[in-house]
């Protein structure tokens, strides 16, 4: 059921993501243009895909474990016995392997393997942040730029009020004080509409800050996308696509996995050792003696902890805490998911109803502004009562952008609650980062020329050349 939910609200998320472009000139800026830009340009990604080739290269390191380390060792003495120089030259190489630990090395792979699935998750989570923060700055930008529209065509009306105050003073129809209520509203009108400019470089500024670029000629806001039938399917979407609740599931495995490495510590462990060796050594007296020496070994080694003082069974307490603490994160998370999840579902609510009250709140405005500013040139009403309603007609329609934007904003937040504002989910058409293309190449931990000019080509594909 919840793969088809799923299925079902695709289609439309790239539906409404283009269809807002699709009759607009070729050079308008849409929401997916923003979308892509956003993702393409952010920094944060890229750490955090950085974060993630770590993590991988940790995953290699626990398989690394296993193999035999090989490395020269050279050594040269000098000695003086009872007036006798002597030295010794040697050179070698030594072999160790672990040969079997009773399964610590093969839970630290599987602990390496999970914290590798938990980073994954937490990059589609920055991912989904990115996105939406892309969002919100184009919300931002195109709320700015109708707030500006709004004030200077406030500027404009009032300048005539203004002016038809001033010539109705100069015919004695109106007093001074008339005069001055307008200048002072023709003062706030501009002193808003400097506000708004200023909002709107703000806003500009941070779609730089999202995108790398300015905001060009963006077109108006596609429609909202769809959701799903009720509130409850909504969280069910969440419990099981969200990153954030994928990444605490994992780390909570990893810190069960702990915990079995804390026990394991306490096992034998059995090494193998090899090595060969070529020592050369001369005593300087009346004759001079050399000597050469080579040789090679082999053995195993069995070893275990009796007494640690303590220190093990304190990590193995350490861990059982610390697999508390993720069991009870995974549940926070899901919780704070759910919630997330809940005030998007209410913020879509009540942006949309504050829409409605605010349209019955523009028309009675508008009429109520047509009707004071007929009764003032008849003279039942002052120039005060003309800029009152007015005023109140700019507000309801300044109220209206902030509530449009806001509903729009609410159906991107609820897709970041349920896990689906991501470039895939999306299907915005461009190429992917792919988090398991660096992690093929490195988790045999290369180490060959064959093995290292594949990773090279990872690299360059992902732009790390």
């Given at each position: 059921?919840?793969?088809?939910?799923?299925k079902?609200?695709?289609?439309?998320?790239l539906?409404?993501?283009?269809?807002g472009?699709?009759?607009l000139?070729?050079?308008?800026?849409?929401?997916?243009?923003?979308?892509?830009?956003?993702?393409?340009?952010?920094?944060?990604?890229?750490?955090?895909?950085a974060?993630?080739?770590?993590?991988?290269?940790?995953?290699?390191?626990?398989?690394?474990?296993?193999?035999?380390?090989?490395?020269?060792v050279?050594?040269?003495?000098?000695?003086?016995?009872?007036?006798?120089?002597?030295?010794?030259?040697?050179?070698?190489?030594?072999?160790?392997?672990?040969?079997?630990?009773?399964?610590?090395?093969?839970?630290?792979?599987?602990?390496?393997?999970?914290?590798?699935?938990?980073?994954?998750?937490?990059?589609?989570?920055?991912?989904?942040?990115?996105?939406?923060?892309?969002?919100?700055?184009?919300?931002n930008?195109?709320?700015?730029?109708?707030?500006?529209?709004?004030?200077?065509?406030?500027?404009?009306?009032?300048?005539q009020?203004?002016?038809?105050?001033?010539?109705?003073?100069?015919?004695?129809?109106?007093t001074?004080?008339?005069?001055?209520?307008?200048?002072?509203a023709?003062?706030?009108?501009?002193?808003?509409?400097?506000?708004?400019?200023?909002?709107?470089?703000?806003?500009?500024?941070?779609?730089?800050?999202?995108?790398?670029?300015?905001?060009?000629?963006?077109?108006?806001?596609?429609?909202?996308?769809?959701?799903?039938?009720?509130?409850?399917?909504?969280?069910?979407?969440?419990?099981?696509?969200?990153?954030?609740?994928?990444?605490?599931?994992?780390?909570?495995?990893?810190?069960?996995?702990?915990?079995?490495?804390?026990?394991?510590?306490?096992?034998?462990?059995?090494?193998?050792?090899?090595?060969?060796?070529?020592?050369?050594?001369?005593?300087?007296?009346?004759?001079?003696?050399?000597?050469?020496v080579e040789?090679?070994?082999?053995?195993?080694?069995?070893?275990?902890?009796?007494?640690s003082?303590?220190?093990?069974?304190?990590?193995?307490?350490?861990?059982?805490?610390?697999?508390?603490?993720?069991?009870?994160?995974?549940?926070?998370?899901?919780?704070?998911?759910?919630?997330?999840?809940?005030?998007?579902?209410?913020?879509?609510?009540?942006?949309?109803?504050?829409?409605?009250?605010?349209?019955?709140?523009?028309?009675?405005?508008?009429?109520?502004?047509?009707?004071v500013?007929?009764?003032?040139?008849?003279?039942?009403?002052?120039?005060?009562?003309?800029?009152?309603?007015?005023?109140s007609?700019?507000?309801a329609?300044?109220?209206?952008?902030?509530?449009?934007a806001?509903?729009?904003?609410?159906?991107?937040?609820?897709?970041?609650?349920?896990?689906?504002?991501?470039?895939?989910?999306?299907?915005?058409?461009?190429?992917?980062?792919?988090?398991?293309?660096?992690?093929?190449?490195?988790?045999?931990?290369?180490?060959?020329?064959?093995?290292?000019?594949s990773?090279?080509?990872?690299?360059?594909?992902?732009?790390?050349?």
């Open positions: 059921m919840l793969r088809k939910t799923l079902n609200l695709q289609g439309p998320l539906a409404a993501l283009l269809a472009g699709a009759a000139p070729a050079h308008a800026e849409t929401l997916a243009d923003t979308l892509v830009a956003a993702y393409r340009h952010s920094a944060l990604l890229e750490q955090n895909r974060v993630l080739r770590a993590a991988d290269e940790d995953a290699a390191s626990a398989i690394a474990a296993l193999r035999p380390v090989l490395q020269w050279a050594g040269y003495t000098y000695q003086n016995v009872e007036g006798i120089d002597g030295y010794s030259a040697s050179i070698g190489l030594q072999a160790q392997m672990t040969l079997y630990d009773w399964g610590r090395n093969a839970i630290a792979i599987d602990i390496a393997k999970e914290s590798v699935l938990a980073t994954r998750a937490a990059l589609v989570g920055v991912e989904q942040d990115v996105l939406l923060g892309a969002v919100q700055s184009y919300l930008v195109r709320s700015a730029m109708e707030q500006v529209d709004l004030q200077e065509n406030s500027v404009r009306v009032i300048g009020e203004q002016r038809a105050a001033t010539d109705r003073f100069e015919v004695g129809e109106i001074q004080t008339d005069v001055a209520q307008a200048d002072a023709l003062a706030e009108a501009r002193a808003n509409l400097a506000t708004a400019e200023g909002d709107l470089q703000i806003a500009r500024e941070s779609f730089r800050t999202a995108t790398g670029k300015p905001p060009v000629n963006l077109s108006p806001p596609p429609p909202t996308p769809k959701l799903p039938a009720t509130l409850v399917a909504a969280r069910d979407i969440g419990r099981n696509t969200h990153p954030l609740i994928q990444q605490a599931r994992r780390e909570a495995a990893a810190a069960e996995l702990g915990v079995a490495a804390a026990a394991a510590e306490r096992n034998p462990t059995l090494t193998g050792t090899a090595g060969i060796s070529r020592e050369r050594s001369r005593s300087v007296n009346g004759f001079g003696q050399t000597s050469t040789g090679g070994s082999i053995g195993v080694d069995l070893s275990q902890t009796i007494y003082g303590g220190r093990l069974p304190s990590a193995h307490r350490k861990a059982m805490a610390q697999r508390d603490s993720a069991r009870s994160a995974l549940l926070n998370t899901s919780r704070q998911v759910d919630e997330a999840v809940g005030n998007a579902w209410a913020g879509i609510d009540v942006a949309r109803a504050q829409i409605g009250a605010i349209d019955e709140q523009i028309a009675a405005a508008q009429q109520a502004y047509n009707g500013r007929e009764e003032a040139t008849l003279g039942a009403r002052t120039t005060l009562d003309v800029l009152d309603a007015e005023q007609l700019l507000e329609r300044a109220n209206k952008i902030t509530a449009e806001n509903l729009q904003l609410a159906h991107y937040q609820l897709l970041s609650a349920m896990g689906l504002l991501t470039v895939e989910n999306l299907k915005l058409g461009i190429p992917t980062y792919d988090p398991s293309a660096y992690y093929n190449a490195v988790q045999d931990a290369p180490f060959t020329s064959r093995q290292g000019e990773l090279d080509r990872v690299l360059r594909a992902i732009g790390k050349d």
